[in-house]
């Protein structure tokens, strides 16, 4: 149809992540962003996600986590969904962005407890998550997410990239954001962009410099 060419025709809007699995903020932001986001008619459709998760590595295969050790097993389950099945054809096409979502829902002081329940939830192989994030493959990611992060001058966490233009603890309205930033011919989602409410992350940061090292 001539709607589906024009959605196909316009580039994607794109959505960076930096997190913490394990941080109260972050929590915050991504329940926020899949009650607004995520469940706008259409809405995923006009934009690409990209996460990266925040820690220290000593260079060595060893990670350090703000919020323990539980929070880097976290973030390398979550590294190793997006980097197995964001591209795959056999689970829907955000099953990788809900299992954190899921991950770090209302219980995610819990992570990495809850990863298994939530893979099943969303339809994910757990065994193949478990076996990425335990060796060197989720060794990797991590590695490489971080080494990024620090590349970006991630300073806190939640840090959003939306498009490029970067958003300490926000945006505030991230469904408005992303519709006033695609070209394209607006999906239905967005009709309802304009801010409901002005819930301000920013009280909710995690500063990448009071990250304790201990390996």
């Known amino acids: 149809s001539l709607i589906a060419t024009v959605f196909s025709a316009a580039p994607k809007v794109q959505v960076v992540m930096f997190e913490m699995s394990k941080w109260p903020g972050c929590h915050e932001w ?28 000593d260079g060595n295969g060893q990670f350090s986590c703000m919020h323990g050790q539980g929070e880097c097993v976290g973030d390398m389950l979550e590294l190793c969904a997006q980097a ?7 689970v829907p096409a955000y099953a990788w962005y809900d299992f954190g979502t899921c991950m770090q829902g ?6 990495p407890q809850n990863a298994q329940s939530c893979a099943e939830k969303v339809g994910l192989d757990w065994s193949t998550l478990n076996t990425c994030a335990s060796g060197s493959q989720g060794q ?32 505030n309205y ?25 819930q301000n992350l920013r009280e909710e ?6 990250m304790v090292v201990a390996f």
């Open 30 to 57: 991504k329940t926020q962003f899949g009650n607004q986001v995520m469940k706008a008619e259409g809405v995923p459709d006009i934009m690409n996600i990209t996460e990266y998760f925040v820690g220290q590595n």
């Open 106 to 111: 209302p219980d995610f002081e819990s992570i």
């Open 84 to 90: 197995i099945y964001k591209d795959s054809t056999s």
């Open 140 to 171: 990797k990611l991590f590695a490489n997410s971080i080494s990024y992060a620090n590349t970006q001058g991630i300073y806190a966490t939640p840090t959003n990239s939306i498009n490029g233009k970067v958003y300490v603890g926000g945006p």
């Open 205 to 210: 940061l995690c500063y990448v410099k009071d």
């Open 174 to 198: 991230p469904l408005e954001v992303i519709c006033e930033a695609y070209t394209g011919t607006k999906p239905a989602g967005c009709q309802n962009s304009a801010p409901s409410d002005q």
